[in-house]
């Protein structure tokens, strides 16, 4: 798909998934047509002369991204979302959701989760999930209907979601041991005085928060059977410079092949236009070597909630429909 855009008269710069947004805007003066895959999901916006991001008044489209208000899109001719995520938009969760207050002695201050129970498993022992950026996932993504549509199908078998919204995003998932130890000390028994829990977690996170979900499954071996991390930002060390997230030294891919956890199955999912593809792919493939059962996912698309909810239902049948498969053969013999 060939795309020309046309710059508004205020603009300096345009900012875009190719450009990875503020690592390299490109000067209005060298604006090209773009060439872009025809299933893409694209994003982008203009930079003003105040260095201000904003929207593109001449596209239409209803702005898709929570985090950037002027984000605009460009979705190409072969693009489609996933069936389940635009089903699920309309839909209501048909289970229990229960709002728990902690008050963390790890974080000095109370926190808020939440706990998802599909409709009829009220009573019954399940694993869960534990999503970072719970608020998201929980809302926006709408995780609940998308898990309620694949248990109607029987694709997968049923969970407790568990939603932790984060209070000071980059400091708690930016390798932060103490917010880490909130969430296995403190957050997990919670959840597990309230609803009834039986095997395994599994990890969820986008980004840092994929990051945070991988080091939570190594640091505490048996408590997690499964890691979803979605554009996962696996390219970052501790020693790298948080407001330049482009150049890092792949910390927890040492941490892979210094001591691999083959009881831990992992499903990345990354857009083709992201900077954090490579050190995704580089990890697969440490898994693999590791031993570990392991899923890679490209999508034409960049480092935002579309592409990661469009891939919900697959790290959904992912980490739980082995679970549904566990119980079938349980329940026959």
């Known amino acids: 798909m060939r795309v020309e855009l046309a710059a508004p008269p205020w603009a300096t710069h345009l900012l875009s998934d190719l ?11 060298d604006l090209a047509p773009l060439e872009l895959p025809d299933d893409v999901y694209f994003e982008y916006a203009w930079l ?46 048909r289970g229990r959701t229960i709002r728990l207050e902690i008050t963390s002695g790890r974080l000095g201050q109370r926190r808020h989760v939440l706990v998802y129970t599909p ?37 997968v078998a049923p969970a407790h979601l568990v939603f932790v919204p984060p209070v000071e995003r980059t400091a708690e ?29 599994v990890a969820w996170g986008a980004s840092l928060g994929g990051l945070l979900s991988a080091q939570l499954a190594w640091e505490a071996p048996g ?25 890092g030294h792949e910390s927890f891919l040492k941490v892979v092949v210094q001591s691999p956890q083959p009881g831990v199955s ?9 900077w954090l593809l490579p050190s995704n792919r580089r990890l697969a493939e ?33 980490s739980l429909g082995r679970a549904a498969d566990d119980d079938e053969v349980a329940g026959s013999a």
């Open 119 to 155: 409709a009829g498993c009220a009573e019954r022992a399940l694993p869960a999930v534990l999503f970072q950026d719970g608020k998201a996932y929980q809302g926006w993504g709408r995780v609940p209907q998308v898990l309620d549509l694949l248990l109607a199908r029987g694709e």
């Open 19 to 29: 450009t990875d947004w503020q690592r390299a805007p490109v000067p209005v003066a």
């Open 266 to 274: 992992v499903h990345l999912d990354c857009g083709t236009l992201e």
């Open 223 to 247: 408590t997690f059977r499964a890691v979803v991390a979605q554009s996962g930002a696996f390219l970052f060390s501790p020693d790298m410079t948080r407001g330049n997230p482009f150049h």
């Open 173 to 201: 998932y930016f390798f932060n041991p103490t917010y880490r130890c909130f969430l296995l000390d403190e957050a997990l028994p919670a959840v597990a005085d309230r609803v009834a829990l039986a095997g395994p977690w």
């Open 286 to 318: 440490a898994l693999r070597q590791g031993g570990h059962d392991v899923h890679l996912v490209e999508r034409a698309a960049g480092h935002n909630w579309v592409n990661w909810r469009n891939g919900l239902a697959d790290g959904l049948r992912f």
């Open 48 to 93: 003003d002369r105040d260095g201000q991001r904003r929207e593109d008044p001449a596209n239409s489209n209803p702005r898709l991204n929570p985090w950037w208000p002027y984000a605009c899109h460009l979705a190409g001719p072969a693009y489609r979302p996933d069936p389940d995520a635009a089903v699920a938009a309309g839909l209501t969760p």
